[in-house]
């Protein structure tokens, strides 16, 4: 089974930067380039919002509207991690974030259904 696991939320002020990390690891082999990896949040009484997505390691990367030029996603294939950078984060970013996979390419890459696994979440939290 595919296990998933963020880390590097936290705790900072508005107009701050955080970089959210997601390890994957639990199939033999596995390989980043294989998989569509999205990052989603989920703050109090809101329902899963898909933020970005990367495919192909890189080859596909997309953002929701409300974080681009804020947000940038990437990936290490030797680490088999990716990774979201945050900057001038706001209290709307505020929200327990998500990584999640799915073999092959997604066409829709910020729908929760179209995923396959999850990790834990990793708590960011936006306050002055």
């Known amino acids: 089974q595919l296990q998933l696991v963020e880390s590097g939320g936290g705790l900072v002020q508005p107009g701050g930067s955080l970089r959210l990390s997601c390890a994957a690891s639990?199939?033999?082999?596995?390989?980043?380039?294989?998989?569509?990896i999205g990052w989603f949040r989920q703050a109090p009484g809101k329902e899963r919002e898909g933020v970005s997505c990367?495919?192909?390691?890189?080859?596909?990367?997309k953002h929701v509207d409300s974080v681009r030029g804020r947000f940038t996603i990437s990936s290490d294939n030797v680490k088999n991690t990716v990774y979201r950078q945050m900057n001038s984060l706001k209290p709307e970013d505020a929200a327990v974030y998500y990584c999640?996979?799915?073999?092959?390419?997604?066409?829709?890459?910020?729908?929760?259904?179209?995923?396959?696994?999850w990790g834990q979440g990793t708590q960011v939290t936006v306050s002055s």
């Open positions: 999640t996979a799915r073999f092959g390419r997604l066409s829709t890459c910020l729908m929760t259904s179209n995923y396959a696994y």
């Open positions: 990367i495919s192909g390691s890189g080859e596909s990367i």
């Open positions: 639990g199939f033999s082999g596995f390989r980043l380039d294989y998989y569509t």
